[in-house]
């Protein structure tokens, strides 16, 4: 869904020199600790995106996450945003976080208040969740209507039922927001696979919900 993530990153497409923290599941279960970073660089069509090492570095010393760089090899979540971030946010620098589904309430609270106070004014929170996933499109539609009232009335218990690929990871975020007063989600796009592909037939969709705080 290229478009759906070009369009939604451009909505927030500056040239100022900020922080992106994006969330993604750690889709292998792979590496050591609950959340996990990176400090390398990431090669892009558009040029070099670097991560910010002196967040990552706090990140790290105040307890909150490990650095690993080997789930990265192939943790799809970071790589396949990491162009789209480069393109419309040419000077940001970036925090690879990648969760575990087994990711403690106590440990998620930590990392969220931890991020809050030392990050600073010029950051962006992206979130990288694919959401409904191997159903038919009305299934997937249904599914995802519970997932966006979850999201616009910060439904912190509803949450732990969502059909999405990183419920702690989504929490993250939301919690976040919080922690900002961005209380109102604006939906930007909402569809699957089988939409983008015209095809009713396909049994198991992945959805997407695309939006800002």
Request: charged content about 20%.
């Amino acid at each position: 869904a290229p478009k759906l993530i070009a369009g939604t990153i451009n909505t927030i497409a500056t040239t100022s020199a900020i922080t992106v923290v994006l969330i993604s599941p750690n889709h292998f279960s792979v590496g050591r600790g609950q959340i996990i970073s990176s400090l390398y660089k990431w090669d892009t069509p558009y040029g070099v995106l670097n991560s910010d090492c002196r967040v990552i570095s706090k990140l790290a010393e105040q307890g909150v996450l490990n650095i690993d760089e080997y789930p990265f090899k192939k943790e799809h979540g970071i790589s396949t945003i990491a162009p789209f971030i480069k393109k419309s946010l040419p000077n940001s620098r970036i925090v690879p976080i990648i969760v575990k589904d087994t990711l403690s309430e106590n440990d998620l609270n930590k990392f969220v208040d931890t991020l809050y106070a030392i990050s600073g004014n010029d950051i962006l929170v992206i979130g990288s969740f694919d959401f409904s996933h191997y159903l038919p499109d009305n299934a997937a539609q249904f599914h995802d209507q519970k997932s966006i009232s979850v999201i616009k009335n910060f439904d912190y218990q509803g949450i732990k039922a969502l059909d999405i690929d990183s419920i702690p990871g989504l929490e993250m975020v939301m919690r976040y927001m919080e922690h900002e007063g961005a209380l109102s989600f604006n939906l930007l796009a909402n569809t699957n696979s089988a939409q983008i592909l015209h095809d009713p037939t396909i049994e198991e969709t992945t959805s997407y919900v695309d939006g800002s705080f």
